[in-house]
C-alpha cells in the first residue's frame, strides 16, 4: 500500500520563476492539504482540496494555487516566486467518509529552494 | 482562530531516562483533536499520538503519554525509556472536530529532541 508520494523531492528555482509540485494521496483518500514548512518553523496551512475543488485555505497570496485532478492527485503552482518562498513543501492525504480520527498521512516533501 | 505554543526550543535527555515536551494552545471550540507529530531528519511527519478533546482519559502508545488538561488548555507529550530513535523535532498541532474533508492542522513551532547515548 503506497503512502503519500511527492516529486520532485528537491528543486532550485530563480526569484520570478514559477513552480509545479506534485503530489498522490495514500491509497483511498480523496482529500489532499498542502503545507508550507520554512526552516526551523512549524507547517502552515496553505490550502486543501476535495472533490476538485479547493475547500479551505489558509493566509497565502494568490501566487499559491493548486489543482485536483479525478484521481484525486494533487498540484500546487507558485508563481512569481520569492526568496521567502523557500522551504518544505509537504502534502497531506486523508478520507471524507467513514469515521475520520483525526489523522493525516504526509508525504516526505518537496524542499524548494528559490536563489 | 487557533493557535498552539510550543516555548521550549530544545530539549535533551539521555538514553532510557523520561522526558517531557509541553504545548499550550487557544481556542473557542468544544470538540477538536489534539495531536503530537515527530519529524525525523527524513523529513516525513509521523503521527505520535492523538487525543479527543471529548475524552477525558489520557491517550497513550507504548512509550508515549500525553497529560491533557481541557481546561488549562494544555497537552504535554511524556516519552519514557527514551531512545536514539526519538530524536527528532517534535510538533503538537490542533484540529477541529470534523470529517476528512475539512481536517486543517494548525502546529505549533515545534521541539527539537535529541537522545543522548
Known amino acids: 500500500d503506497a503512502g503519500v508520494t511527492q516529486s520532485p523531492t528537491h528543486l532550485i528555482k530563480t526569484r520570478g520563476q514559477q513552480v509545479t509540485l506534485r503530489c498522490s494521496p495514500k491509497?483511498?483518500?480523496?482529500?489532499v492539504s498542502w503545507y508550507q514548512q520554512a526552516l526551523g518553523q512549524g507547517p502552515q496551512f496553505i490550502f486543501q482540496?476535495?472533490?476538485?475543488?479547493?475547500?479551505q485555505r489558509g493566509n497565502f497570496p494568490d501566487r499559491f494555487s493548486g489543482h485536483q485532478f479525478p484521481n484525486y492527485s494533487s498540484e500546487l503552482n507558485v508563481n512569481a516566486l520569492l526568496l521567502g518562498d523557500s522551504a518544505l513543501y509537504l502534502c497531506?492525504?486523508?478520507?471524507?467518509?467513514?469515521?475520520?480520527?483525526?489523522?493525516?498521512?504526509f508525504g516526505e516533501g518537496s524542499r524548494l529552494t528559490v536563489l | 482562530a487557533q493557535t498552539v505554543t510550543q516555548s521550549q526550543p530544545e530539549m535533551s535527555v539521555q538514553e532510557a531516562e523520561t522526558v517531557t515536551l509541553s504545548c499550550t494552545y487557544d481556542?473557542?471550540?468544544?470538540?477538536?483533536?489534539l495531536f503530537w507529530y515527530k519529524q525525523p531528519p527524513s523529513r516525513q511527519m509521523i503521527l505520535v499520538i492523538r487525543?479527543?478533546?471529548?475524552?477525558?482519559q489520557n491517550a497513550t502508545e507504548n512509550r508515549f503519554s500525553v497529560n491533557f488538561q481541557k481546561a488549562a488548555k494544555s497537552f504535554s507529550l511524556k516519552i519514557s525509556d527514551s531512545q536514539l530513535g526519538d530524536t527528532a523535532m517534535y510538533f503538537c498541532?490542533?484540529?477541529?472536530?470534523?470529517?476528512?474533508?475539512?481536517?486543517?492542522?494548525?502546529f505549533g513551532k515545534g521541539i527539537t529532541l535529541s537522545v543522548r547515548p
Open positions: 481556542t473557542s471550540e468544544n470538540n477538536y483533536y
Open positions: 498541532a490542533f484540529m477541529k472536530h470534523g470529517s476528512g474533508a475539512n481536517s486543517k492542522l494548525t
Open positions: 497531506a492525504s486523508s478520507f471524507s467518509t467513514g469515521w475520520f480520527t483525526g489523522e493525516l498521512f
Open positions: 487525543q479527543e478533546a471529548y475524552k477525558q
Open positions: 491509497s483511498g483518500h480523496d482529500t
Open positions: 482540496y476535495y472533490e476538485e475543488e479547493e475547500r
